[in-house]
């Protein structure tokens, strides 16, 4: 499993340093107010991709075996409800941008609404990727994609196309996923249509698409309130934040999370096995997650002024409140993971509509008293969250209360201690002097060592899996 989540993060990462090289370069030529009006299209393409898939593609994957006729009649389900989404968008952009009060929005929803059916035409190619754990296979798809879209985009900013070099970018990714995914998949399409294979698979994907459906919604919520009721330059702010931390923490949480689910559906009948697997991702989520996020939360404003300009100093400390919450984030996939493989799909939309009763909260936060209050409600979020998936994982493991707390308590403290220190070294010592890459090397190293002390079987397992594949 481990080669496969290196593949999977070396795969991804390649990928997202395409794209972070892009986000830069585009957002030293675009403004906030691009990226803010393109983050009120992407509240309805996340919403309308759920449909895409009606959480069939989850249900191929976590199903054991799976038929020709199965996979033959999802794909023509796929491009059904990927033509009849690019349609709806299409025709729906003079109400989008009425909705927001920006004309501008027209020609952005008119170039992205293809995408959907463009998507739809290699989920089952994906799916099947991802099934048979060929991590290497898409994560070359994943960065040739990210690479040709980046260039596009970035081709079109440079010749004064505005905001449209944004939607540019996403429409060639579309594009050529699809046309790699065809190219290299071992699937052809053939088969019959079968409406008893839908039926069998919606069991397990009915829970998934509705969690889907319902959290993306919710989830995307802040990108309308923002936009519609305080401005498109400060959700352009917030959408680069947001992708800045989905380069690194979600990415890293994501490989791992990505790796798991599969694992768990092969060994779904030997809880013994499936508890040890657990703890061990568990871990080493946390252990990755934590480190990246410490780091982070301390270099943070050199970082984004860097990375992307003194215009983007905002984004700056909106990242800072997002990094906070990236192990919650991390090790929270992993629960939803461990509860989907094991079939309890039904259980898992239950657990996410209570969370998501708890975020509802947070935007009104938002409305109220702005997006920094917004995102110090997510940290309560996430926590109450994670209480609640121990609460049930514990019904369907022998991993309890007591268990989780002694695997999050070490690392989290060490974690705190290491960004203490750093911090409280900044108020007696010149940033001339203790300047960002000593902080981080400091923050490292008390990491480190904090854990070689306390969580030394973690460090030992990563350094040994590493050794493994070097030899």
């Keep these: 499993?481990?080669?496969?989540?290196?593949?999977?993060?070396?795969?991804?990462?390649?990928?997202?340093?395409?794209?972070?090289?892009?986000?830069?370069?585009?957002?030293?030529?675009?403004?906030?107010?691009?990226?803010?009006?393109?983050?009120?299209?992407?509240?309805?393409?996340?919403?309308?991709?759920?449909?895409?898939?009606?959480?069939?593609?989850?249900?191929?994957?976590?199903?054991?075996?799976?038929?020709?006729?199965?996979?033959?009649s999802v794909f023509l389900l796929n491009i059904g409800m990927g033509a009849l989404l690019s349609c709806v968008l299409f025709f729906s952009a003079d109400r989008i941008a009425s909705f927001y009060g920006h004309h501008e929005l027209l020609e952005l929803v008119y170039w992205t609404a293809p995408i959907y059916f463009i998507n739809s035409l290699s989920i089952v190619q994906s799916v099947r990727a991802t099934k048979q754990m060929r991590f290497k296979t898409i994560g070359i798809v994943t960065t040739l994609a990210a690479l040709c879209g980046g260039g596009v985009g970035i081709s079109a900013a440079f010749y004064g196309f505005g905001t449209k070099a944004l939607a540019f970018q996403h429409l060639t990714v579309a594009v050529v996923t699809t046309i790699a995914f065809w190219t290299i998949?071992?699937?052809?399409?053939?088969?019959?249509?079968?409406?008893?294979?839908l039926k069998h698979l919606?069991?397990?994907?009915?829970?998934?698409?509705?969690g889907n459906l319902v959290g993306?919604?919710?989830?995307?919520?802040?990108?309308?309130?923002?936009?519609?009721?305080?401005?498109?330059?400060?959700?352009?702010?917030?959408?680069?934040a947001v992708a800045l931390n989905r380069y690194t923490i979600e990415n890293v949480s994501s490989s791992i999370a990505g790796v798991f689910f599969p694992a768990i559906g092969n060994i779904q009948n030997d809880k013994k096995e499936v508890e040890k697997l657990y703890e061990k991702t568990f871990k080493v989520t946390?252990?990755?997650?934590l480190f990246i996020s410490g780091l982070l939360f301390l270099l943070s404003e050199p970082l984004v002024v860097f990375m992307l300009g003194t215009k983007w100093q905002r984004s700056a400390e909106f990242f800072q409140i997002l990094v906070?919450?990236?192990?919650?984030?991390?090790?929270g996939l992993v629960m939803v993971q461990l509860i989907n493989g094991l079939d309890y799909a039904g259980k898992n939309l239950k657990l996410m509509l209570l969370k998501r009763l708890v975020m509802i909260l947070s935007l009104f936060v938002v409305y109220q008293y702005g997006v920094e209050a917004m995102l110090y409600?997510?940290?309560?979020?996430?926590?109450?969250?994670?209480?609640l998936n121990i609460f049930f994982i514990r019904s369907i493991i022998e991993v309890g209360f007591k268990q989780h707390f002694g695997w999050f308590i070490g690392p989290i403290l060490i974690a705190c201690i290491g960004v203490f220190i750093v911090q409280g070294l900044k108020l007696f010592i010149s940033t001339t002097v203790f300047f960002p890459p000593i902080q981080a090397f400091l923050f490292?190293?008390?990491?480190?060592?904090?854990?070689?002390?306390?969580?030394?079987?973690?460090?030992?397992?990563?350094?040994?899996?590493?050794?493994?594949?070097?030899?």
């Design 1 to 72: 499993m481990f080669r496969s989540v290196l593949w999977n993060f070396t795969g991804t990462s390649a990928g997202l340093v395409i794209s972070a090289t892009t986000t830069i370069i585009l957002a030293r030529i675009l403004g906030p107010d691009d990226y803010g009006l393109m983050g009120m299209v992407l509240l309805f393409i996340y919403v309308a991709q759920s449909f895409m898939q009606f959480g069939l593609g989850a249900a191929l994957i976590q199903k054991e075996l799976v038929s020709e006729n199965a996979y033959y």
């Design 185 to 197: 998949s071992d699937w052809k399409v053939n088969g019959r249509f079968e409406l008893q294979e």
């Design 202 to 210: 919606w069991g397990f994907g009915s829970k998934v698409f509705v």
């Design 216 to 240: 993306n919604i919710l989830d995307r919520l802040d990108l309308m309130i923002i936009g519609k009721y305080i401005s498109s330059t400060v959700l352009g702010y917030y959408t680069q």
């Design 286 to 289: 946390l252990f990755c997650c």
């Design 324 to 331: 906070i919450n990236g192990y919650g984030w991390g090790i």
């Design 377 to 387: 409600s997510f940290i309560v979020q996430i926590g109450i969250g994670i209480m």
């Design 444 to 471: 490292i190293i008390v990491y480190l060592a904090g854990n070689w002390c306390c969580n030394r079987e973690i460090i030992l397992l990563l350094l040994g899996k590493l050794r493994l594949l070097h030899n």
